[in-house]
C-alpha cells in the first residue's frame, strides 16, 4: 500500500506531464511580459509603454537577475538592450528576483510626474499592476491548449 506522500508524488508527476508548461516558465514569461508593456506598451491592458522622443529614456533600460543594475547600457540610442536581456530572463529561476531598471536621468519625472505627453504619470507602475491580468489571461491560454 503506498503511502500518502507517494500518492502525492505520483500524483504531482501526472500533473507535470499533462501541464506542458512549467511554473518557472510561467515566471519568466509574466516578467516579459510586463517588461514589454513598461517599455514597447500593450494596449490591451493599458500600458502606454516608455515615451519616445529620441529613443533614450526607452534604450536607458537594463534588465538584470538578483539585484538592480548598476551599469547602464553601452548606447542607450540604440534602443537595443531590452531585446538582449530577453536571454537573462530566461535564466530566472522562480527564487530569482528580476530587476528592471532605467539609466535615463530624467526616468523619475516621466514615471512620478508625467512629465511626457506621450505617457501617463505612473507608465511602469501601470505595466506592474497589469501583471496578475497578464497572469490570468496566461494561465486561460494555456488551459485551453
Do not use: H
Not at 515566471?27 to 506598451?41: F, K, N, S
Not at 511626457?116 to 511602469?124: E, W
Amino acid at each position: 500500500m503506498p503511502t500518502n506522500i507517494e500518492r502525492f508524488t505520483a500524483d504531482v508527476g501526472k500533473i507535470q506531464k499533462q501541464i506542458p508548461i512549467t511554473a518557472t516558465q510561467t515566471y519568466q514569461d509574466l516578467c516579459l511580459d510586463v517588461i514589454e508593456a513598461a517599455v514597447v506598451g500593450n494596449p490591451r491592458y493599458g500600458c502606454p509603454g516608455t515615451p519616445v522622443d529620441t529613443g533614450f529614456a526607452r534604450g536607458s533600460w537594463v534588465i538584470s537577475l538578483k539585484k538592480p543594475s548598476s551599469r547602464g547600457p553601452r548606447d542607450p540610442k540604440k534602443n537595443t538592450t531590452v531585446p538582449l536581456d530577453t536571454a537573462k530572463v530566461l535564466q530566472a529561476t522562480l527564487d530569482t528576483p528580476v530587476y528592471m531598471t532605467s539609466f535615463a536621468p530624467y526616468m523619475n519625472r516621466l514615471e512620478y510626474e508625467g512629465w511626457s505627453s506621450q505617457a501617463p504619470r505612473g507608465f511602469v507602475r501601470l505595466a506592474i499592476k497589469a501583471a496578475k491580468y497578464m497572469l490570468r489571461d496566461r494561465l486561460k491560454t494555456k488551459r485551453r491548449t
